[in-house]
């Protein structure tokens, strides 16, 4: 009990955090990219991001707004005698690659943990955020995902147990150690987007503009298949009230056109994604970029509702049984509509009531589907067609 009194008298005297919050005047719509781990995880080189640059160019990625190459953990190397971080071998000249990958016109970003190790156990920043803050700036680095994995043992020796009065202690190192980097990514004097990775915990969302975040993660990993998509939007009801135009809630990078999602699920993942005004960095093999998944990547209709430039997140506004309906006001006074069967079984669904007075819809409005590309009219009546086992309806309506 005296060692958990010290450590809250302790931070008790760090610096109050703002009231309000932070800007750095980044990310004003939802991060676009491509990140190295969802494919690659620990096997990523400096060759397998300069291709990534190269195929995101080629296939027209770039220019719907796909810019971040964000490589993820295991580029690390050792500390010099004076504390600088070298690369590892895989990736032997970054300033190199981020020229090069500037060069594409697009933007580098990097990995790292608020503690000694990251969650590979290479090395984290840790009593080095200034260092390696100012040596991102150094190479031109863009984004910063910053994960807790590492600090979080830190946080349990400091305040052991899972009580009240530890969580308080621990929840205060978090928040600390991240305005720390914050404070470091300020002073280097480089736009740098700043990408919380804590899995939600002490609810983010909350306190993440308060330490300089663009984004933060709102749940636990994604994988490639529908039921953790399905939970993770689950997850995601009630939050939209705090995503904001440089804020983003992050419920974790894009599955689409990995594992044996199928062309529904990829679908309905894209466009979960964009009504949640979610960042949008996928993680497939780009090498391997079908027609069918590079159409659901591309689809302009879908990322501008992502990056809607009112930057509101969809509310979920009916549930039962297997069918939700989420709505999201967009900027020219219209809405976007999501129509989505969670069912497991191959019921096909029909006559279902969109519940538009309840969306915030004008019964009158007109309405065009998305993914099949066509006006549709008034849907006063509800919608007719069927609604297959993971499948997205997804509506813009005038306003």
Same mark, same amino acid.
């Given at each position: 009990?005296?060692?958990?009194l010290a450590?809250t008298?302790a931070?008790?005297?760090?610096?109050?955090f703002a009231?309000?919050?932070?800007?750095?005047?980044l990310?004003l719509?939802?991060?676009?990219?491509?990140n190295?781990?969802?494919?690659?995880?620990?096997?990523?080189?400096q060759?397998?991001?300069?291709?990534?640059?190269?195929?995101?160019?080629?296939?027209?990625?770039?220019d719907?707004?796909?810019?971040?190459?964000?490589?993820d953990?295991?580029?690390?190397?050792?500390r010099?005698?004076?504390?600088?971080l070298?690369?590892?071998e895989?990736?032997?000249?970054? *300033?190199?690659?981020?020229?090069?990958?500037h060069?594409?016109g697009?933007k580098?970003?990097?990995?790292?943990?608020?503690?000694?190790?990251?969650?590979?156990?290479?090395?984290?920043?840790?009593?080095h955020?200034?260092?390696?803050a100012?040596?991102?700036?150094?190479?031109?680095?863009?984004?910063? *995902?910053?994960?807790?994995?590492?600090?979080?043992?830190?946080?349990?020796?400091?305040?052991p147990?899972?009580?009240?009065?530890?969580k308080?202690?621990?929840?205060?190192?978090?928040?600390?150690?991240?305005?720390?980097m914050?404070?470091?990514?300020?002073?280097t004097?480089?736009?740098i987007?700043?990408?919380l990775?804590?899995?939600?915990?002490?609810?983010?969302?909350?306190?993440?503009?308060e330490?300089?975040?663009?984004?933060?993660r709102?749940t636990?990993?994604?994988?490639?298949?529908?039921?953790?998509?399905?939970?993770?939007?689950e997850?995601?009801?009630?939050?939209?009230k705090?995503?904001?135009?440089?804020?983003?809630?992050?419920?974790?990078?894009?599955?689409?056109?990995?594992?044996k999602?199928?062309?529904d699920?990829?679908r309905?993942?894209?466009?979960?994604?964009?009504?949640?005004?979610?960042?949008l960095l996928?993680?497939?093999?780009?090498?391997?970029?079908?027609p069918?998944?590079?159409a659901?990547?591309?689809n302009?209709?879908?990322?501008?509702?992502?990056?809607?430039?009112?930057? *509101?997140?969809a509310?979920?506004?009916?549930?039962?049984?297997?069918?939700?309906?989420w709505?999201?006001?967009?900027a020219?006074?219209?809405?976007?509509?999501?129509?989505?069967?969670?069912?497991?079984?191959?019921?096909?669904l029909?006559?279902?009531?969109l519940?538009?007075?309840?969306a915030?819809?004008?019964g009158?409005?007109?309405?065009?589907?998305i993914w099949?590309a066509?006006?549709?009219?008034?849907?006063?009546?509800g919608?007719?067609?069927?609604? *297959?086992?993971h499948e997205?309806?997804?509506?813009?309506?005038?306003?």
């Open positions: 009990m005296r060692r958990l450590c008298l931070l008790a005297t760090l610096a109050p009231a309000a919050q932070k800007s750095n005047g990310a719509t939802p991060p676009m990219g491509w190295s781990w969802n494919w690659f995880a620990g096997k990523v080189t060759d397998d991001v300069k291709k990534a640059a190269d195929l995101i160019v080629s296939s027209g990625m770039r719907a707004g796909y810019v971040y190459v964000n490589i953990d295991t580029w690390e190397g050792k010099d005698a004076s504390g600088v070298q690369t590892n895989k990736f032997p000249d970054m *300033k190199g690659l981020a020229d090069y990958v060069s594409k697009l580098l970003g990097i990995y790292s943990s608020p503690g000694d190790q990251t969650c590979a156990r290479f090395e984290g920043s840790l009593h955020e200034q260092q390696d100012d040596l991102y700036a150094k190479w031109g680095i863009d984004y910063l *995902k910053y994960d807790l994995c590492g600090f979080r043992k830190d946080m349990q020796t400091a305040a147990g899972d009580d009240a009065a530890a308080t202690v621990q929840d205060k190192m978090m928040r600390n150690a991240y305005e720390t914050h404070q470091a990514l300020l002073k004097g480089r736009p987007v700043y990408s990775c804590q899995y939600g915990f002490d609810s983010v969302w909350q306190w993440g503009p330490v300089g975040a663009n984004l933060w709102t636990g990993d994604v994988s490639a298949n529908f039921p953790s998509i399905a939970l993770i939007a997850t995601q009801v009630g939050l939209a705090y995503a904001a135009p440089g804020h983003w809630n992050d419920p974790d990078m894009l599955e689409v056109g990995n594992g999602l199928t062309l699920e990829n309905t993942h894209m466009g979960m994604w964009a009504m949640l005004a979610a960042p996928a993680g497939n093999n780009l090498t391997q970029l079908t069918e998944i590079t659901v990547l591309l302009k209709e879908v990322i501008a509702i992502d990056q809607d430039a009112l930057g *509101k997140q509310d979920r506004v009916y549930k039962e049984g297997p069918v939700e309906i709505s999201r006001p967009l020219d006074g219209g809405h976007a509509l999501a129509v989505i069967n969670f069912g497991e079984d191959f019921t096909f029909r006559g279902i009531d519940h538009l007075k309840e915030g819809i004008r009158n409005a007109p309405a065009h589907d099949s066509k006006d549709l009219g008034s849907l006063q009546t919608y007719k067609g069927g609604l *297959k086992r997205m309806l997804l509506l813009r309506f005038g306003k």
